[in-house]
C-alpha cells in the first residue's frame, strides 16, 4: 500500500520561503499523479497544485502562481512543493495526495479523485 509522509512545515515571515516534500513509500511513485491541497480553519479544503505522473505538466490555483512550485524526483519516490512570497492568507495544513488511475490530468485539482493521503503538515505565515 502506498504511504505518504509530509514535511517541511513550520512557522514563517511574511516574504519568507518554505519547501515542503511528500516521501512515499511502499510503492514506485512512478504511476502516480500528484496533488497538494491545503486546509485552514473553517474553511473547505483547497487544491493548490498537482502534477503528473513524469512532471511535465503541472497545475497551480490562481492564488499560488508565480510563487510556488511543485515537482517531483521518481527516483527519490519524492514530491515537492516550494512556496515562495509567503503571506497569512498561505497559512494552513498541507496535505500532499496521489493517485495511479486518474485517466484527465485536467482533473488533478479535486480532491475526489485521489485515493492515498499523507497526514498533513502545519504552515504558519505569521509576523
Known amino acids: 500500500q502506498l504511504q505518504l509522509v509530509e514535511s517541511g512545515g513550520g512557522l514563517v515571515q511574511p516574504g519568507g520561503s518554505l519547501r515542503l516534500s511528500c516521501a512515499a513509500s511502499?510503492?514506485?511513485?512512478?504511476?502516480?499523479?500528484i496533488g497538494w491541497f491545503r486546509q485552514a480553519p473553517g474553511k473547505e479544503r483547497e487544491a493548490v497544485s498537482c502534477?503528473?505522473?513524469?512532471?511535465?505538466?503541472?497545475n497551480y490555483a490562481d492564488s499560488v502562481k508565480g510563487r510556488f512550485t511543485i515537482s517531483r524526483d521518481n527516483a527519490k519516490n519524492t514530491v515537492y512543493l516550494q512556496m515562495n512570497s509567503l503571506t497569512p492568507e498561505d497559512t494552513a495544513v498541507y496535505y500532499c495526495?496521489?493517485?495511479?488511475?486518474?485517466?484527465?490530468?485536467?482533473?488533478?485539482?479535486?480532491?475526489?479523485?485521489?485515493?492515498?493521503w499523507g497526514q498533513g503538515t502545519q504552515v504558519t505565515v505569521s509576523s
Open positions: 495526495a496521489a493517485d495511479s488511475e486518474l485517466l484527465l490530468f485536467r482533473r488533478c485539482m479535486l480532491s475526489s479523485v485521489y485515493r492515498y
Open positions: 511502499g510503492r514506485t511513485l512512478d504511476p502516480y499523479v
Open positions: 502534477i503528473s505522473r513524469s512532471g511535465g505538466v503541472t
